[in-house]
C-alpha cells in the first residue's frame, strides 16, 4: 500500500531563514511525487511536481529513491510562505489517485 | 475561467439523512476526482470519474456513489449519514492524467 508521511504537523522558521518540510513515502513501484500548498482562504494548489524540475516561488524538491524521501526546502523564508504544506504521490501510470500526507503548516515568524 | 466550482459551500444535514454534491470541472477537463478531508488529515481519494466512467475507487463504504454527466460535470451522493463523514469534500479536474485542479470544497457537517 502507498503511504506519505509527514511528521511535522507544525514548523515556525524566521524569516530569512532556510526551510525544510519533511517527506517520506512508502511504495513499491515508481511513483510521481508532488507538493500542494493551502495559503490562507484559498484553495488547495499544485506548488510542484518532481518530474517538471522547477524551482516555485523559490521552493525545490529533490526525489532521493535510496530514502524514499521528497523534502521541499527554501533557503531563505518569506512571510507570504505561511501556509499549510501537503505531500502527494500518484502511480506514474495514468491512475490519478493522489495519496496525501497529513500536512505541515508552516509559520514564518517576522 | 472560474476554475473548478462546487456546490453547495455549506452544508448541514442530520444522521441518516442523504446528501448530494456538486462539481463544474475546468473546460476542457474530462477528468474529475473527489476526496474526503477530515479535520486535521490530508484529503483521501474517494473516486475518480473519466469521460463518464468510474477510474478509481478509494476505501470508502458503498453509501458513497458518484457519477459523470455528458458536460463532465460530476455528483457526489453520501446515503444514510453518519456522525463521521462531516469533512471538507473536494473535487478535482485534470485534462488526461495532468495536474489536477481543486475547487473550493463543500463543508458538510452531520449533527
Known amino acids: 500500500a502507498q503511504r506519505v508521511t509527514q511528521p511535522e504537523k507544525l514548523l515556525s522558521v524566521f524569516k530569512g531563514a532556510p526551510v525544510e518540510l519533511k517527506c517520506n513515502y512508502s511504495?513499491?513501484?515508481?511513483?510521481?511525487l508532488f507538493w500542494y500548498v493551502q495559503y490562507s482562504r484559498q484553495r488547495l494548489q499544485l506548488l510542484l511536481r518532481?518530474?517538471s524540475r522547477e524551482s516555485i516561488k523559490g521552493f525545490t524538491a529533490d526525489l532521493n529513491k535510496g530514502e524514499t524521501s521528497f523534502h521541499l526546502k527554501k533557503p531563505f523564508a518569506q512571510e507570504e510562505d505561511s501556509a499549510m504544506y501537503y505531500c502527494?504521490?500518484?502511480?506514474?501510470?495514468?491512475?490519478?489517485?493522489?495519496?496525501f500526507g497529513t500536512g505541515t503548516r508552516l509559520t514564518i515568524i517576522p | 475561467d472560474a476554475g473548478v466550482t462546487q456546490s453547495p459551500t455549506h452544508l448541514i444535514k442530520t444522521r441518516g439523512q442523504h446528501v448530494t454534491l456538486r462539481c463544474s470541472p475546468i473546460?476542457?477537463?474530462?477528468?474529475v476526482s473527489w476526496y474526503q478531508q477530515v479535520l486535521g488529515q490530508g484529503p483521501q481519494f474517494i473516486f475518480q470519474?473519466?469521460?463518464?466512467?468510474?477510474?478509481g475507487r478509494g476505501n470508502f463504504p458503498d453509501r458513497f456513489s458518484a457519477r459523470q454527466f455528458p458536460n463532465y460535470s460530476s455528483e457526489l451522493n453520501v446515503n444514510a449519514l453518519l456522525l463521521g463523514d462531516s469533512a471538507l469534500y473536494l473535487c478535482?479536474?485534470?485534462?488526461?492524467?495532468?495536474?489536477?485542479?481543486f475547487g473550493p470544497g463543500t463543508r458538510l457537517t452531520v449533527l
Open positions: 478535482a479536474s485534470s485534462y488526461l492524467t495532468d495536474t489536477q485542479y
Open positions: 511504495y513499491s513501484g515508481s511513483p510521481e
Open positions: 518532481h518530474i
Open positions: 502527494a504521490l500518484t502511480q506514474n501510470s495514468g491512475n490519478e489517485k493522489l495519496t
Open positions: 473546460s476542457g477537463h474530462k477528468s
Open positions: 470519474y473519466y469521460e463518464k466512467e468510474e477510474r
